[in-house]
């Protein structure tokens, strides 16, 4: 059976984002599945229900949810739901798709995971430049308050099951995307990340113990319990299955979110759902900017998490950036490094000073500056990054170094022998791309 949209049915519908719309869509819409949650579930065993489901987070790591979710302690303290909205990474924009254009969603995915862990109070942290969909949400969840959706009888069922939903507003700083980073931001703080261990589900939100999933995993809640565990373990591979939505930017015809089953083909999402690409494809970033890139002889790896893995990379936030053959390598990678550097909240001094480093490296080659020895340096500095540091951040300048390295070396060592880019391009400037065609 061709595989439905389900994430992204209602994108550009009129109203779609309003609870009316919401309550009229028949079978598996109007918070049924909150309800069937609740009525049909034991918290413990919706947990197990999850896990059972292979649900697997969406926000870059793609941790079993149900897991994770089992990892709160039953020691009687309050605990925590966080959303996480900050959605910074390159590439990906996917949550603020859902956020925006189906609201309640993502609302009947809180309730859902609520129950589950039982937490009376969930918080969605929310990007600062999302202005847009910080409104919309808050409406819905206005509007769930005043339905008796939300607050001390969710859904009026008569479980004494209370939750309140809060928006946090960010500032717009990439690290408030890493859990622990988000969960000082919300306290108030700089959003700086913690050493973990504790994990935040043993201490986080004011050191009491706090879940954080990504937007897109927690809006997959309602389709996993609405439609059951077999329909949702039947789209993609056992070990990670569901709906998944791709991000495809770049040179591609079509630019655009994309929903699919887990485990389609990346040609297959450039070419049947993206158009296609703008001339000849050079390399592909299979899951946001921090991902290691894939030459063209991988294009028929399936998306999943496994298998992208397996081939070197990681489907992270799926953010599928496609690069072609007018693309100088040099110049793509320091671009990331200006990106991740900026980025860098400075706690560690591998991150603050290396990236640093590197993109000073990666400028002085970029612009025919570059010493011999300093692809060795390069290579050196990176190492002496990766690994060393409180949070991912730093790595995610690391692996792309590694791997642009590795896999467009004669790219490098011409720079360094010819003090220009081997595409024929001005240095530190991409080349002109045809306006792509508004995506669908
Ligand atoms: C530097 C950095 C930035 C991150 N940014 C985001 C982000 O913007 N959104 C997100 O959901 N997860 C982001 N993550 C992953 C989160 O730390 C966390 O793993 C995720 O929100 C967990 O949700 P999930 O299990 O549902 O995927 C980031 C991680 C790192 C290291
Ligand atoms: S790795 Fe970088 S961003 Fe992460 S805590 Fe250390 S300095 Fe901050």
Request: a neutral charge; one cysteine or more; hydrophobic letters at 35%.
């Amino acid at each position: 059976m061709p595989f439905e949209p389900v994430l992204s049915r209602y994108f550009y519908v009129k109203d779609g984002h309003t609870l009316e719309h919401y309550m009229a869509r028949g079978q598996y819409g109007g918070y049924s599945a909150a309800k069937k949650a609740l009525t049909e579930f034991e918290p413990d065993k919706l947990t197990q229900y999850v896990k059972e489901s292979n649900l697997r987070g969406r926000g870059g790591a793609g941790f079993s949810t149900g897991l994770k979710w089992t990892f709160l302690p039953k020691n009687g303290k309050p605990r925590y739901l966080a959303v996480n909205a900050d959605e910074s990474e390159p590439g990906t924009f996917k949550d603020r798709q859902l956020m925006a254009y189906d609201p309640h969603m993502l609302i009947e995915g809180i309730i859902i995971a609520c129950w589950a862990v039982q937490s009376n109070s969930a918080f969605i942290f929310i990007r600062g430049e999302f202005a847009r969909e910080a409104v919309r949400l808050q409406q819905a969840i206005d509007d769930c308050y005043a339905a008796g959706i939300l607050g001390a009888d969710v859904l009026k069922t008569g479980k004494n099951f209370k939750l309140d939903i809060t928006i946090i507003r960010g500032a717009g700083a990439y690290i408030c995307g890493e859990e622990t980073g988000l969960l000082s931001a919300a306290e108030g703080k700089r959003a700086y990340p913690k050493i973990k261990p504790p994990f935040p589900a043993v201490e986080g939100y004011f050191r009491l113990p706090t879940v954080i999933n990504n937007v897109e995993t927690i809006c997959n809640l309602p389709h996993l319990i609405g439609r059951g565990k077999e329909w949702y373990m039947g789209l993609g591979p056992a070990t990670g299955p569901g709906p998944k939505l791709y991000c495809l930017s770049g040179h591609v015809k079509k630019p655009g979110v994309y929903e699919a089953p887990l485990g389609t083909s990346l040609r297959s999402l450039i070419y049947d759902y993206a158009g296609g690409p703008i001339g000849e494809i050079k390399g592909v970033i299979p899951g946001g900017s921090s991902m290691p890139i894939f030459t063209p002889d991988l294009l028929d790896t399936p998306m999943d998490f496994d298998t992208v893995r397996a081939k070197g990379s990681f489907l992270g936030s799926a953010g599928v950036i496609v690069m072609n053959t007018t693309t100088c390598m040099v110049n793509a990678l320091l671009n990331l490094a200006r990106f991740y550097h900026h980025e860098s909240c400075g706690q560690c001094t591998p991150c603050r000073e290396g990236l640093g480093w590197l993109e000073k490296l990666l400028h002085r080659l970029e612009f025919g500056h570059a010493k011999p020895d300093d692809l060795n340096l390069i290579k050196e500095v990176s190492g002496m990054v990766a690994k060393r540091t409180i949070c991912l951040l730093a790595d995610s300048l690391t692996m792309p170094v590694d791997s642009y390295m590795k896999a467009y070396f004669k790219e490098f060592e011409f720079h360094v022998r010819e003090k220009k880019c081997m595409t024929g391009t001005e240095p530190g400037k991409f080349a002109p791309v045809e306006e792509p065609a508004l995506a669908r």
